[in-house]
């Protein structure tokens, strides 16, 4: 695990070229110079140096980020922008009171035990194993990353198992912790490095895909799961399971004609998929919404710590997929779910759903 000294060299590679402004998406809503990487990397420059100390302002700047990693995308220098507002976040939480509280809530023990209490209290939580067609070595063999999410409510889970009923799959299911996404975005490294010591060894062996229905899942496993991490990842491929029903044979067909579109979320690494999967459904028209590729504003604990300006980003999201005038609004992201919901507050909306849960709804798959 990384301290914030580590990434000393990689904070004064950043040339202060503004690049990251044109990109943040809380930077165009602000104009505040915080919002940005390159202003984050002058107050943690300052603390390496001594001359400031982590204090619940510097807190505040670095909470306000989406962690969308466009900036880091975007810059120039490759700089590891999530990875450095992570080990600081860290630094400070680490003996603070609230961060002791968290570290104790997202514990093995009680975390996983709050899960459990979920899916004891949902009925609708038990699904069937999903086995090949045939029992030969012809089909294909899918490691699937459940997520906690479905822990809580198997919606999605539920759906990609009916439709992959419709393929000659075999779909294995392990024990994974959670990604550690949640871990991250509260500054609790410790347990995001646990969680991701489990869940690379139980990716260990011989599939074709490793898929999840929770963009920020697929992201975790991709930032995680890379060569230096396991040698066979590389080899592997860790995908939407969206992305995988694309590239098959098989279309949807819906009855009723439908009019649909598509937020991509920020932890989504690409939506090239979209298009050819609703290539793929019958009766079914694309409209891409304006913006489509801009946060939703939930970003887990954002949206707590900057409930004003999530809100703002919520409505702004919520009209640009309005105005597309789609009968179902399509996501990869629970959390974006909620943002969308959120954004349409007291409003009359279309339905909002999960694309492998609208792909359930197909009158026939052939």
């Known amino acids: 695990m990384r301290k914030l000294s580590d990434f000393t060299d990689d904070i004064n590679k950043c040339s ?3 690049k990251c402004q044109e990109v943040c998406p809380i930077y165009k809503l602000t104009g505040n110079d915080c919002a940005v990487s390159r202003g984050k990397f002058l107050m943690l420059q300052g603390v390496l140096k001594g001359d400031l100390k982590l204090s619940k302002t510097i807190e505040k700047y670095l909470d306000l980020c989406l962690k969308c990693g466009k900036c880091e995308d975007f810059c120039p220098s490759g700089i590891h922008v999530c990875q450095i507002f992570n080990a600081a976040k860290y630094e400070y939480v680490k003996n603070k009171f609230y961060g002791k509280i968290t570290r104790f809530l997202q514990s093995p023990k009680v975390f996983n035990k709050m899960l459990n209490i979920f899916q004891k209290n949902n009925r609708l939580t ?37 439709v992959l009923s419709n393929f000659d799959v075999e779909l294995i299911e392990k024990n994974f912790d959670c990604c550690g996404v949640p871990f991250l975005s509260s500054g609790n490294l410790k347990r995001y490095e646990e969680a991701k010591k489990h869940n690379l060894e139980l990716l260990k062996g011989d599939y074709d895909y490793i898929v999840t229905d929770c963009a920020s899942c697929e992201s975790a496993l991709k930032d995680y799961a890379t060569p230096d991490c396991y040698k066979e990842t590389d080899e592997l491929y860790i995908v939407n399971i969206c992305h995988f029903l694309a590239i098959q044979d098989k279309k949807f067909i819906f009855k009723k004609p439908l009019k649909v579109t598509f937020h991509k979320p920020c932890h989504l690494k690409s939506d090239a998929f979209i298009r050819p999967l609703i290539g793929r459904c019958i009766n079914v028209e694309y409209i891409e919404a304006e913006k489509h590729d801009e946060c939703c504003g939930f970003a887990g604990e954002f949206a707590l710590r900057n ?20 009968d179902i609004i399509l996501t990869s992201c629970p959390a974006c779910i909620i943002g969308i919901q959120q954004g349409f507050l007291g409003k009359k909306h279309p339905k909002i759903m999960n694309i492998i849960e609208f792909l359930a709804l197909a009158d026939e798959i052939i």
């Open 16 to 18: 202060k070229c503004g």
């Open 126 to 162: 038990e699904t069937k194993t999903l086995k090949p067609a045939h029992d030969d070595e012809h089909h294909t063999k899918l490691l699937y990353f459940k997520g906690c999410a479905n822990i809580i409510n198997p919606k999605s889970e539920r759906a990609m198992k009916k």
């Open 307 to 326: 409930p004003k300006l999530s809100l703002k980003m919520m409505r702004e999201k919520a009209q640009n997929l309005a105005a597309t005038g789609a």
